[in-house]
């Protein structure tokens, strides 16, 4: 049965919430009457926040993560090994691998993963800036970090062709992460212990 609502505008902001994930009529609900509790100031600001987020956010010039500046707080680091670059999927994924405090490189956000039935193709990610930052010479390790699933694999592979001919040692995170999980659901100390176990690419067909 569906909620009938006295007001469209309520009607309408309820419609908004639904719209993220995980969120349902319900919650939505709940969350809209919960923000009429509280004050105009606090409403304005709270929306205020995500206006300001869209409009100003950024995305770093060197690896594509989210950032309040040209280059994100990570590449602009000289105290990071910037001869060592992790690729990941998305930016969930860095954040991730920064919670276990055991890696100390860069990264690479590829904006998603290979998916034919999505309509996902290499030149939907940031693939070739990836080729273009190892082929600048300094990169001495790439680590394929991307989640132990079928489109995952496909995407590690072509990374793989791509940076073959490149003088590069291409590794790949341990599978201490199950095969077809999710990088951001891995617990922080199995996902640290990954990173550091890393294995040479082509050793990892045989696993």
Not at 22 to 33: M, S, Y
Not at 47 to 56: D, V
Not at 77 to 86: A, I, S
Not at 138 to 155: F, H, N, P, Q
């Amino acid at each position: 049965m569906s909620q009938q609502f006295s007001s469209i505008l309520l009607e309408n902001a309820v419609n908004e919430f639904a719209k993220l994930p995980g969120i349902g009529k319900k919650t939505a609900l709940r969350l809209v009457l919960h923000l009429l509790k509280q004050s105009e100031q606090e409403v304005e600001l709270f929306g205020n926040t995500f206006i300001q987020l869209r409009k100003e956010i950024r995305y770093c010039k060197v690896c594509h993560n989210i950032s309040d500046t040209e280059t994100c707080q990570i590449c602009a680091n000289p105290g990071r090994d910037h001869e060592t670059v992790c690729v990941v999927e998305n930016i969930k994924d860095v954040m991730s691998i920064e919670n276990t405090q055991q890696f100390r490189g860069v990264y690479h956000v590829l904006g998603g993963i290979i998916s034919p039935m999505d309509g996902v193709g290499p030149k939907d990610l940031e693939i070739e800036s990836l080729v273009e930052r190892v082929e600048a010479g300094t990169i001495k390790e790439v680590i394929l970090a991307l989640s132990t699933t079928m489109e995952g694999d496909t995407t590690n592979f072509y990374i793989f062709r791509k940076l073959a001919p490149l003088e590069v040692k291409i590794t790949t995170i341990a599978r201490g992460v199950a095969i077809g999980d999710e990088l951001e659901y891995a617990d922080e100390i199995t996902l640290g212990r990954s990173i550091l176990n890393r294995v040479d690419f082509t050793s990892s067909f045989k696993q």
